[in-house]
Antibody, heavy 119, light 107 residues
């Protein structure tokens, strides 16, 4: 059974940093593209970042580019996102999701972890 | 970036109704469009991929159609479990984007 378990969500002040993790199991992690998606309170889904299966390429939404860094450890089956210079508008539930090998929909999702940025 | 526009934003319907949600893209997606269902407090669930392919385990009352820039999600006969929010998403671009969502409410 595919499982994705996010962790690391917390309450942080504006300008602070946080690293989220997503532990994967039940599939060969190193062969899948992985993605972070977030959802601010009472709002819609927003794509954040996607990383290739090998980890050698990544893409970012304009709203987080230069502040967030996605990475992965294929030996441990863990996906990360390092979030720096956090803003109030980064407050959201952050989901990790599994895509296929290339240009595929997100077929498995974690339960989400809440990041709250507030003074 | 590719912009995705869903309509309507809210849809009121009754059990047994046939409903259609539309998603328009600002440029051609070929068929690289997905539909997701989300219930309050839960993660999204993939319903349809590549415009019309039903994800394993999704009831056959859900169907998708379209290509290029215009796509539709149809539920042929609404069931109580279908009242949720639905999102389209393009994945032709490495910069994925979602539609703003359609909330399906009980009339």
């Amino acid at each position: 059974e595919v499982q994705l378990l996010e962790s690391g969500g917390d309450f942080v002040q504006p300008g602070g940093s946080l690293r989220l993790s997503c532990a994967a199991s039940g599939f060969t992690f190193s062969t899948y593209v992985m993605t972070w998606v977030r959802q601010p309170p009472e709002r819609g889904l927003e794509w954040v970042s996607t990383i290739s299966s090998s980890g050698d390429s990544a893409s970012y939404a304009d709203s987080v580019k230069g502040r967030f860094t996605i990475s992965r450890d294929n030996s441990k089956s863990i996906l990360y996102v390092q979030m720096n210079s956090l803003r109030v508008e980064d407050t959201a539930v952050y989901y990790c999701a599994r895509e296929g090998a290339s240009r595929a929909a997100a077929d498995s999702w974690g339960q989400g972890t809440l990041v709250t940025v507030s003074s | 970036d590719i912009q995705m526009t869903q309509s309507p934003s809210t849809l009121s319907a009754s059990v047994g109704d046939r409903v259609t949600i539309t998603c328009r893209a600002s440029q051609s997606l070929s068929d690289l469009l997905a539909w997701y269902q989300q219930k309050p407090g839960k993660a999204p669930k993939l319903l349809i991929y590549k415009a019309f392919n039903l994800q394993i385990g999704v009831p056959s009352r859900f169907s998708g159609s379209g290509s290029g820039t215009e796509f539709t999600l149809t539920i042929s006969s609404l069931q109580p479990d279908d009242f949720a929010t639905y999102y389209c998403q393009q994945y032709i671009s490495y910069f994925r984007t979602f539609g703003q969502g359609t909330k399906l409410e009980i009339k």
